[in-house]
């Protein structure tokens, strides 16, 4: 019995899992927050 090798589906099933750690990867992206003025920021709930 011949074995075949499916590339169309073997290129689909690449394709997908590349976008899904793309995705993964823009979602857990995360900007770090740096030298926050606390107080500006106090002082702008309390008006």
């Known amino acids: 019995m011949a ?20 995705t993964i990867k823009r979602l857990s992206l995360k900007l770090d927050v740096k030298r926050v003025d606390i107080e500006a920021l106090k002082a702008e709930f309390t008006k």
Do not use: D, I
């Open 3 to 22: 074995v075949t090798q499916l590339k169309r589906k073997a290129k689909r099933n690449q394709a997908v899992a590349k976008n899904r750690v793309a």
